[in-house]
């Protein structure tokens, strides 16, 4: 069983950067490919950034690419979603997602293919 924990959230002004932690607690950690979601409010859950379990694959929405970078830490377990030039837009609740799937080749842009989620930290940017 994986255990997901996100920290990093806050308020921050537009054109702004913050990096989200997500630290994981279980033995698989190494071998899950991960994932970052964001809720808005009002909105549906949608795919921000994912990345594989070598973290020798990354992909992410459109709507962040050349903005946010996710990277993995597998000794300290842990993965991070740096955001760069921040837009209103971005705000919402962040999650993590692990696969449990071990050393899945590709990382996945849908909801459905994770199996352990965080709490959500909040985001917050105001123009």
Known sequence: QLQLVESG????QAGGSQRL???ASGLTFSTNNMGWFRQ????EREFVAAITWSGGRTIYA???KGRFTVSRDNG???VYLQMNS???EDT???YCAADRRPRA???SNELARYDYWGQGTQVTVSS
Do not use: F, N
């Not at 959230?9 to 921050?12: A, F, L």
């Not at 808005?40 to 909105?43: I, L, R, S, T």
């Open 105 to 107: 080749i590709a990382p």
């Open 40 to 43: 808005a409010p009002g909105k």
């Open 21 to 23: 932690s997500c630290a």
């Open 9 to 12: 959230g806050g308020w921050v």
């Open 92 to 94: 919402g609740i962040y």
């Open 76 to 78: 300290k377990m842990t």
């Open 62 to 64: 459109d709507s962040v």
């Open 86 to 88: 921040l837009k209103p």
